[in-house]
């Protein structure tokens, strides 16, 4: 997604609050100097998450719409964030593999969900602040497995014999290794609904287009 659009149509300040470390940039005033109420985030609420820089555990992002993965929800360049938080590196190249491996880029805005919510976990000027964990897959295993489902499909299609070295007896790291961030359960539950479409043929070590 694009950046979102500014209610002024100027990216001068915009771009001066984005050259900033994230730790520096101001959302918990408002302009007139009252205090910004924060959202109710609850787990598995839907956000819009822009990327402010990419550190050692993932993309430091801020939430710029909340219950919405519609950019027309999102809020004007010139207003502070809704809140912070992090997307991990494997949920980045889960999402960059779905993608067909196209990076995630600084400024980038991704839809996402709300994964952990960690309530006075950092302290900075002497407050503690709430951030987000931000998953860019639904919440449960349900979820997440039926989003799997269209990524296994393209990949065993790219592959040249529509087949993938990954199967019901597969080890956990062999399936993460192909499938970022995807849990053994996930993928099986994937597999197995794919099957009873009549896409995929499973097996011990493999899987196969039907």
Not at 118 to 139: A, K, W
Not at 175 to 180: E, F, K, R, V, Y
Not at 187 to 203: D, E
């Amino acid at each position: 997604m694009t950046r979102r659009a500014s209610s002024t149509g100027n990216d001068a300040a915009r771009s001066i609050s984005l050259t900033t470390p994230l730790w520096r940039r101001r959302f918990t005033l408002a302009s007139d100097g009252d205090e910004l109420e924060m959202p109710e985030f609850k787990i598995g609420d839907k956000v819009l998450a822009e990327v402010i820089f990419f550190g050692p555990l993932g993309a430091s992002v801020d939430i710029v719409a909340h219950g919405s993965h519609s950019l027309d929800e999102c809020i004007p360049q010139d207003e502070p964030a809704l809140g912070r938080g992090i997307v991990y590196q494997k949920e980045i190249n889960y999402f960059r593999r779905s993608r067909g491996m196209v990076d995630v880029v600084r400024n980038e805005i991704l839809p996402g969900y709300v994964e952990k919510i960690r309530h006075g976990d950092f302290e900075h000027n002497g407050e503690y602040e709430t951030r987000l964990d931000v998953s860019l897959r639904p919440i449960g295993g349900k979820a997440k497995a039926l989003e799997l489902g269209p990524l296994i499909v393209k990949l065993l299609k790219d592959s040249p014999d529509g087949t993938l070295d990954i199967g019901d007896k597969s080890k956990p790291e062999e399936i993460d290794a192909l499938l970022p961030g995807t849990s053994k359960a996930a993928f099986k539950r994937a597999v197995s609904a794919l099957f009873k479409q009549g896409v995929v043929k499973p097996g011990k070590k493999s899987i196969s287009l039907m």
